[in-house]
């Protein structure tokens, strides 16, 4: 705890046993939540330096109930990816996660400070919203209702449905996984791996929406 007030020291400490804090969130059920706050990511809004999920919490819209984070393999392909594209125009913080241990570490982390982690490349992602910005969603769901179905009935079982997503600005579209399979990250990293279980590939391996 001491070595964090002094930020230089940390970043030096945090360069060498960051992925040790990381093991022990997966790892140290007992010393999770304390271990949670020494974690050091880049989000949206750190620019070249990481923060803590305290600070990220103290940068919190009014009305943001959640953490969102996104993974992927580096800080250039999330902060550009579509999945951040609304959340970054409505200013909301994304935390960038891009070690593979951290696919990890967020299935032990489910919360920090009574604040649940929210992957933004998962379905059922909600996002804060006034009444108007509600009913112009509920407006394109059942406008783009009959399109949907056509694209489902083309892509069939490529995909397990097509809904209108509130994620988008600028993407056509984008596939998303289901809530309890794994990320599309996972799934590369656990392609990667030479002695993988094909048996669990195919059971955990995302569903496309």
Known sequence: E???????NYKKFYE?????LKLGIHEDSTNRKK???FLRFYTSASGEE???LSDYLSRMKENQKDIYYITGESKEVVATS???ERLKKRGLEVVYMTEPIDEYVVQQLKEFEGKNLVSVTKEGLELPEDEEEKAKREEDVKKYET???VMKDILDKKVEKVTVS?????SPCCIVTSQ??????MERIMKAQALRDTSTMGYMAAKKH
Request: hydrophobic residues 35%.
């Open 2 to 8: 001491e070595i964090c007030e002094d930020k230089d």
């Open 16 to 20: 060498q046993f960051g992925k040790n």
């Open 35 to 37: 271990l949670a706050g």
């Open 50 to 52: 990481m923060c803590s």
């Open 82 to 84: 579509s999945f951040v």
């Open 147 to 149: 399109l949907c179905k």
């Open 166 to 170: 509130s994620r988008l600005v600028s």
């Open 180 to 185: 309890y399979g794994w990320t599309a990250n």
